[in-house]
Every structure is written in C-alpha cells, then in structure tokens.
C-alpha cells in the first residue's frame, strides 16, 4: 500500500485549509467492543447450554423445527436440516451433526435408517438415506406451546422459542461438551432413573447423590468427582474379562472412547514394547467384543494391569459444569443443576394447571350463558332489532337477571359469541347434556385446585409416571468402583536388557557387549551402589555414565520393603567397622545418598542383597596385632533389625578386618508375607486395607468362590484380577471340608454334597455344567445344617433339619452329591451350630493377629413360590 493510499484509508483531511492537516482515528476501542461482542455471541448463542432446557441454541431449534414438521411419521433428515435453518443461521453441516449427535444419545429422537455406531465411531449415512421423528418422550416433556416465550428468528420472518418448557433435567440426562471463546463446558451423562429417584429426593427434602452413567459402560472410580464442579476428576476403564488365560475381552468402554481408538492405542503401546500381545481381533457389532490374545509367557493378570496403565483401556475425563444463567455464564455443579430442574418442572407443571384452570373458567362461563341464552329463550328478545347496537342490548338486557349466577361480568365480546350460536344448534339443545357439562367442568376444577394446593406431589406422582412410562431399559450401565493406583513400571514389559561396563563406568540398554545385568523397561529405575557407600538412582536410558568402583547394580523396585541389604562397612572418621541390615524404599532420582555415615576413608567391606529377607552368617578375620584374643569373629546377620537406609547400624568390631568370608547361606527372617483383600477394589494388598487372609509363603493359594457357583484357586499374587460376585474368599486349605446345597437344573431337584476343593485351571463349577443350576447355600463348618420348608402342595408338610455329615459322606468333587428331597422346596437356611473351642481353632486362619473382619460363613435362600417360580435372595 502506497503512502497516499494510507492517507485515504486512515486519516481524514479537513475541507477548506490550505495547508495539508490530518487527524489520527483509533480503533483500538473497536477491536476491544468486538471481540467481546463475538466472544459473548459464541458462549450465549452456540456452544454452552442454557439450565432451563439443557440445550444449546442449535439443538434447540432442531427440535422446534421437529415439533412443527411432526405428524407422527417419519421425515428425512435432510428436511429437518433445511427446515431447521430458518431459524439457525449457520451452515447445514453443523445442523446435520447436531442432529446426529441427538439421535445417538437414544433419547429425544426417534431413528430410522444407518445413524452410526457410538461404539465403533462409525458415521451416520448421509442426511438424503436417514429418517426422523420425535420420540414419546420428547413430545410429552419438551414442548407446550402455551407456556412457551417466543421471540423471532435472525431474520424476522419466523418465531422461535426463548427456551423450551422441558420438564425433566435433560442437561444432565444427555450431557454436553462446548468450547466457546475462553470458556468450556463439559457435563457428562446421568442416569435416567436416578436422576428422577433424585429429583423425587429434592421434592421430599432429601439429600441425594447423583453419578455420571455412559452409554458405553465400563467401570468407573467416582471418588473425585466432586459433584462435576471444576477440578474433580472421574477415572474410567474398560471392562475387560479373561476368557481363558491367555485371551482377554474387552466389553465395554470408557466415555469417549470407541473400539477404533481403543484398539489403536493398544497396538501403539504394544509397538512401543510397553505390552506384548499376540494378535488382536475386534468382533464387535451391536456389543462389544475386543479379543486380545497374549504370547504363553505373559501372565493375564498383569496384562490387565498394564492396559489400564499405559493404554485408552483407563482414561482421566475432568468435568467442567458451566451454564448459561439468566444471560451470563456460570460455573456450578450438577446438584444445583437438578435443584434448578426440578424447580423450574415444579414450576411449568403449576403454570400448566393455572392456564388450565383459565381455560375451565372460560369454557364455564360460556357454557353457562349458553345455556341461559337458550332455556330462557333469550334469543327471541333480538326479533324486533333492526340494528346491531340494539341487538347487543337486548342480549344484554335479558342476561341481567342472572348474571349473579355468573362468576365474572358478561363482556361484549361473551355477547358476540351468543349471536354467533345457530339455529340448529338452539333447536336441537339438550338441557341433560349441558348440565353434565357443567357439572364435568366443575369436577375437574375441583381436581385441579386439589393437585395446586399440593403441587409438590403432585410432581412427585409426575416424575414417578415418566418413569414408570420410560424408565424401564435404562438401568444403569456404568459399574460404580472403586479403583486401586496401578504403578507402570510393576507391569509393563520388560522389553530391554540391561548391561554395564564396570571399567569406563557405563550403564545402559545399547551396551550389548558388555555384562549382562537384568532385563527392564524404558521406564524402569536403576539403583547403584559404589564402594565408598554412595548410592543413587537414575532412569534406564541407552547409555549413561555412573561412575567406576560399582558395588551393585540392579533394577530398582519402589516401595520394595523386602528387599533387604546386609552391610559390613569401614568408617572413615572412627575407625570401626558397622554392621547394618536395611531396606531402600522410596529415594529421590538423581540424587546420592551414603549407606555409611558419610566421612572421608569410608568404603564397604561386606555387601549382599536379600531378595526375601535372607540373613546369612560371617566369618570374620582380623589383621594380626598384639594382644588380640579373637583373631577371628562370627556375625549373624539374622540377630540385626532391619531399619531404615538412613540408619548408622551397630558396631561389628573395632579392629581391623583382614577379610570377610560366607560362612552360612542365609534363610528370609521376615516370616510369612500378610495378605488382605480390599472388597472395594477386588485387589489384594500387602498395606492392611480390607480383610486379613493370613501369612503366605512359597506355594500356599488362595480359595474364591463365586455366588454363581463357581470356584478358583489362586496364587497370592497381587495382581490377580478377581469377579465381582464373590461369596467367600479366604486361604486354601486342601484339608478342609465343605458342604454346598444346590439347585440342580438337569434334575430340578435339589442336592446336598460334601467335597474338597481340589487345584483347577480358572474358573470352574462345582455344583454341575448347565448354566442354569443354582447354588443356595455353602458352608465350611463341620456341623453344618441345613433346614429345608416346603411349599406348594406340600406346604402343609413339617421342616426337615437336615445334619450335613450325617446325611452324606464325603465325595469327589464332580459328585453330584445327594437328593434333599422330591418335595416341593420354599426355602433352605444354613444353620451353623457353635463350635468347640479345639474345633474353632482349627476353622481359623493360621494368622497371628485376630482378625475382627474374618469372614463368617455366608450363604444365599431359595424362596420358591406355589406355581414353582424360585428366586435367589442374598442373606
């Protein structure tokens, strides 16, 4: 642009002055007002919903559009977008994904046709090959054109609804996500029937608690939501399944996440060597169905754990619940959201029956001036007027009579209406039928003005008919859990090997030629010990330095506290020789620590580290000197505590040490390893949370049996996966004797069996094949008893008290076990009679400490009804 240009465009010269003068115009203060004015457009008028209807402009005015075009048919989207954009005025697409995005919520919008996959991430055809309608719902709980405020259209050629009179919190129902200019929203879905159970729970003055629930399932980990307000957070995680040892299923996913994504994901940290798979098929089709299938030396326990932990199968959604209120945003949370809509339903379905109760006064009075106009033939008054001034006056003049029978004055425009009355309609009046008229307007009146007078339960009843009407199908599909921190580096795959160079000081993954140390991960740590007592831990890298003198390296496990280290150390300062036993748990990377006391001279004499605790015996030689009475000297390394890192340890000897030597190998002094099981998260643990199962060493196993009859045999590992339905979980003890009751489906009988649980490979039934047979009751005492009542026509019949020992002896496993009874069977209780003090002690964990928490022997009734229809209660 030329400088005479500039001057045209950005300055003004003054009119009649010779001389050249020009004034500078600023529009700063212009960019200022219209960044605001767009700003304030995007987050009113596209991307956050208002609390009234829960609805962004755009969805808003699809639905309108609906509601204008609905004839109960079916229309094609591609209408419904061209109609829509009379009132939106934005482009077609995003009116089209809109709509799509409406639809698969399975909500407001009746679908016909390919609208996509909201698992697989598949699109919806085109707007031409779709159809749509508004669903019952919608059309009962959104619209109401009399309680609606209109305002017109951005062209003026149409009205459109301010907000839709939506009696239901549809905003938290359906959920929302927006990113305006310098504000977002993202609100996630509740679940239909516990948003009116919570609503109801409002009304009544109760507290409540509502929880996100997905389309997709999957389980989820509430604790930090934090009732959707900013800052809280809500983990979710696939659900996956072992189908045999080594094949997972996937069958549900987190919000957000389709099996595309998900799978992609998985391949990726695979090709970062993070997991190590087989192969992966994906299946899924109306459900999910993801196999994954693992190489024979990973373990599916921690391949769950570490999908969770370095793939989509676990994600992190932050809420952010903001609103348009009023005509400014607002950020909330989704209590004040259901108070607000509950509130604002309370509020439509009273102004629904005061405009009612308007409508029935008006159709009264009307009704009633017919209906004097008519029997006292009123009308005739009219014969003899020649205009229309006369006539309104002659109607007038009749009607005054009885106008105290009226609730309100008689207007000209009631007038107008009698003249507007036919002759046929006069000839043909029926007095029985008018007053029956009557008398219905008066009744529902009545009604009205009871249901207004008690307008809160009113509503109530309200929400419990929407939900008896439209609840059914919509249970929740998010399983509610609680869940455990899963630590990347304890189950990613170690893909890497470790080697070191001791003469140039070298550590690292590239350094194939040089000593082998162990194999790990890029995202393992290594510990390094040196001969002057300096320690430290670094990140695995390709090649890093560390220094000469190493003393050990290994790949470091945070939080091992069994891991132990035994020290025979010289001080440099004193002179004397330390002796020490300790445990590095958890230190700073990078940065060096001294298991010595730190003074120049200092260096380790004696150095082994004790996987399990081990503690070995010394021989140690002293260097010849006068008078010395013991020239050699034995340490136990079992008679130390172990303490912390930081600990000085006791002193081995004050004279100087020629050499140490192994005298004695070493057995773990740190005894069993406890075990609890954390009922919350279904994982075992080794920090006391939940129910002590006792001290494990070496082989021992752990006994699961499930409520469906089913039973495993498992390692104590701490990453084993377990189902949710556990009945009892405790150590196995091969010895023990159990009695079960059960419903067997091949017989319809009921059978009593006595048995061992023997080692099996996964899951398996003890209580027969067919799915359909049931278990009632199972018990680990010796005296067990079962009570069996009688039912049907056998009702009358007297309870049997059934010993379990004395009725049957024990069997194998797969023995089906003994009949009960050929009676018709109500009920069966467990009746465990108390032991004797020998007998208790052998029922009871071989624990050291009491166990307030230890599982009492549980058990399930069978209630079966006169027509033989059983149901399973938990007791």
Known sequence: ????????????????????????????????????????????????????????PVQRRILHSMKRMDDGRYNKVANIIGH?????????????????????????????????????????AAPRYIEARLSKFALEIVFNHKTTKWRPSYDGRNKEPVHLPVKFPLLLAQGVEGIAVGLASKIMPHNFNELIDASINILKGKDFTILPDFLTGGLADFSEYNDGRRGGRVKIRAKITKRDSKTLVITELPFGKTTVTLIESIVYAN?????????????????????????????????????????????????????????????????????????????????????????????????????????????????????????IKSIDKGLKPFVKKLKRP??????????????????????????????????????????????VDYTIDWFKNIKKKYGKGKERRTEIRSFEEITARKVVVRNKKLYVNYEDGFAGTSLKQDTFIDECSDIDLVILFK??????????????????????IAVWKKDDERTIYNVIYYDGGSGNYFMKRFFVKGIIKDKEYNLTKGTPGSKIMWFTVNPNGEAETVKITHRPRKRLKNKTIEIDFSELAVKGRNSMGNIATKYGIQKIILKEEGVSTLGGRKIWFDIEVLRLNAEGRGELLGEFIADDKILVIYKNGKFQITSYDLSTHFETDILKIEKFKSEKVWSAVFFDADKKFYYLKRFKFESSNGLTSFIGENPESELVAVSDSPKAQFETE??????????????????????????????????????????????????EEENTPD???????????????????????????DL
Request: proline share 2%; hydrophobic share 35%; net charge negative.
């Open 531 to 552: 001969k002057d007592g300096t320690y430290f831990v670094k990140q695995v890298e390709d090649r890093f330095y560390i220094g000469k003198d190493i003393q050990h």
């Open 847 to 873: 624990s050291s400490e009491n166990n307030k928490n230890q599982n009492k022997p549980k058990f399930e009734v069978i209630k079966t009804d006169k027509d033989g229809n059983r149901t399973l209660f």
């Open 271 to 391: 090709d970062k060597g993070k997991i190590k798979i087989k192969k992966i098929e994906d299946n899924t089709s109306d459900k999910v169905e993801i196999l994954i299938h693992l190489p024979s030396d990973v373990s599916s326990d921690k391949m769950i754990d570490a999908l969770y932990a370095v793939t989509d199968c676990e994600i992190s959604v932050s809420p952010n619940t903001t609103v348009i209120l009023g005509d400014k945003p607002k950020f909330t949370d989704v209590k004040e959201i259901l108070r607000f809509s509950t509130d604002n339903t309370l509020n439509l379905l009273k102004e629904e029956l005061q405009i009612r109760l308007h409508e029935l006064d008006d159709s009264w009075h009307s009704a009633s001036l017919e209906k004097i106009f008519i029997e006292n033939r009123i009308y005739l008054t009219i014969e003899n007027c020649e205009t229309w001034e006369c006539v």
């Open 1 to 56: 642009m030329s400088e005479k240009d500039f001057n045209k465009e950005e300055l003004s010269k003054p009119e009649n002055t010779e001389k050249q003068e020009y004034k500078v115009k600023y529009i700063s203060g212009m960019y200022k007002n219209w960044f605001l004015d767009y700003a304030s457009y995007v987050i009113l008028e596209r991307a956050v919903p208002h609390v009234s209807d829960g609805l962004k």
């Open 790 to 839: 009688f039912g049907g026509k056998h009702k009358d019949r007297k309870n049997e008290l059934i010993d379990a020992e004395e009725f049957i002896s024990e069997k194998s496993i797969k023995a089906r076990g003994k009949r009960l009874s050929t009676f018709t069977v109500k009920k069966i209780n467990l009746i465990e009679p108390e032991l004797s003090e020998t007998e």
């Open 84 to 124: 829509t954009m009379q009132f939106h005025p934005h482009g077609d697409a995003s009116i089209g994904d809109a709509l799509v995005q409406l639809g698969q919520k399975d909500l407001l919008i009746d679908m016909q046709g390919n609208w996509g996959n909201v698992l697989t991430g598949d699109r919806a």
């Open 410 to 455: 008689v207007t000209e425009e009631d007038i107008v209406h009698l003249t507007e009355i036919k002759i046929k309609r006069i000839s043909k009046y029926d007095a029985f039928k008018a007053d029956n008229y009557l008398k219905s307007i008066v009744d529902e009146t009545e009604e009205i003005k009871q249901k207004l007078a008690h307008i």
